[in-house]
Structure formats: C-alpha cells, structure tokens
C-alpha cells in the first residue's frame, strides 16, 4: 500500500533545445523515487522538424505509452496538434522548459562548432574564416538549403507555452535567484503530485532537487547565463534579429515591443 502511495505517474520534460535541458533533468532526478536515465535512448523524444512520417509519431506514441511510474521521458518536440493529442490521449503531464531566444541563439552559435557535428552548418562553423558574428547572422537568417530561420526553427518549440495543462518553466526562473528558483521547483511539485501525497515535506523535496543540481555533469553545459546576447550583438545583429525573429521575442514574453 506504502509502495502504490509513492508511485507518481510517469510524465515528459521537453524544452527548447539550449534552454537548461539538463539542468532541469538534474532537478527532476532529485525528486524522490523519480528517475531518467538519461542515456536511455528509449526514453527519449526528439522532433526538430514537421513530420511528414506518421511512423514517428507511432514511434513516440509507444515508447511515451511504455513509461513507467515514477519515470519520466525527455527530449525537444516541435508543438503539433498530433503531438499534443498523444499526451492528452496517454494522460501524460507535460513539464516544458524555455529561454530568451537570444540568449538560445548565442547558445547555439558556440555548440554547433564545438559539439554538434552531425548539425548541417557544423563544418561551415568550424572554417577557421567564419566569424562568430557570421555564424549568428546564418542561424538568424538561415542557410538556404540547409538550414531554416531562427524563428522558423525555435518557433514550433515555443507554441508549448500556450498549451493548457503544460507547465512552462522558464530557465531564467531556475537560474536568476534561490527565490526565483524555489518559486519554480514548488510549482513542478504542485503540478506533478496535484491532489496526490507528497512523499516527503515539501521543503525536504526543495532541498533534494536543488542539492542535485551539477553543472558539471552536463557535457552541454557552457555558462547558463542570462543575457549573454548582449555581450554578443552589434547593432547590425540587433536590427536583424528584430526583423527575422523579434515577433518570438514578443510571442513568448521576453518583449513587450521592437524597441529594445
């Protein structure tokens, strides 16, 4: 009876790609008898693209139906209705992590030449005549053939905010003070348990995920720091982010205008 107490329903963690991924599955795997192992290929869920092949979805579909209790899948998923359904249908609980998305675009600019060597632009990032400016400016704007627009890439991650029953976390919140922060982690708990009990104190469940936090467990870590866009933009990288992207920047909060 105890043991069936303890048992929390399984659930998915998704966030932009570059926006505390890792820092939020340490936070998770704090919790008590919550586990990901995070080198599980089957518990993960990456869709960067719009899926043409319904067998994708029928993929996730059965890994995501296979979660056990206590467990929890993780991964990046472009927002689709299709997608949206299959958690509501599998009764699935859907914590969803995003950032500043020039704080995500500067972020990316440093990951793709220095560890994503299967991303398109990776060889193009490593020519040692590619300015760091010229990699931003191609993730902005895009790369015809290869890569598409920042907003058209990063958008579909975002619509997640605005999906009932999903609790948007942003990394700023995890990251900007201890208050901040606790604010956030009483959220996850409130959310995943709802009228369930809690296994331990609340404060005792705090304290387990903050103490799980390593940075230097996460090999995609670099500085996690806010506002590191603007050591990076010039004017001429400002105008054009605003006119390629400035919308997303209003869309998920960050902005309340272009005059920024």
């Known amino acids: ?41 089957e518990k993960k869920f990456f869709i960067d693209h719009h899926v043409e092949n319904i067998n994708i979805f029928k993929d996730h579909f059965y890994r995501l139906a296979y979660l056990q209790p206590n467990e929890f899948g993780l991964g990046h998923m472009f927002y689709s209705e299709q997608y949206a359904y299959m958690l509501e249908r599998l009764k699935l ?4 992590v995003y950032r500043d998305p020039r704080d995500v675009l500067i972020s990316l600019a440093y990951f793709i030449p220095a560890k994503w060597n299967e991303h398109p632009l990776y060889h193009n990032f490593n020519n040692e005549r590619t300015t760091q400016k010229q990699r931003i400016m191609a993730l902005i704007k895009g790369v015809d053939g290869q890569w598409p627009s920042f907003d058209a890439w990063n958008r579909p991650f975002y619509q997640w905010m605005k999906v009932p029953h999903t609790l948007a976390i942003s990394f700023e919140d995890l990251i900007l003070s201890k208050k901040t922060r606790q604010a956030a982690l009483t959220e996850i708990v409130n959310y995943l348990w709802e009228e369930l009990p809690l296994p331990e104190p609340l ?20 500085k996690g720091k806010i506002g590191a866009w603007m050591d990076e933009f010039d004017p001429e990288i400002k105008q054009i982010f605003k006119e390629e992207a400035g919308k997303l920047l209003i869309d998920s909060g960050y902005e309340k205008d272009m005059n920024w």
Not at 93 to 96: D, Q, R, S, T, Y
Request: charged share 15%; net charge neutral; proline share 8%.
């Open 93 to 96: 609980k859907h914590i969803f």
């Open 203 to 222: 404060e005792s469940m705090i304290e387990k995920m903050e103490n799980n936090i390593n940075p230097s467990k996460s090999n995609t870590f670099r």
């Open 1 to 41: 009876m105890n043991e069936n107490m303890n048992q929390l329903p399984p659930f998915v963690m998704s966030s932009v790609p570059k926006s505390g991924t890792h820092l939020m599955h340490q936070i998770l795997n704090g919790l008590p008898n919550i586990t990901n192992d995070i080198s599980n290929a």
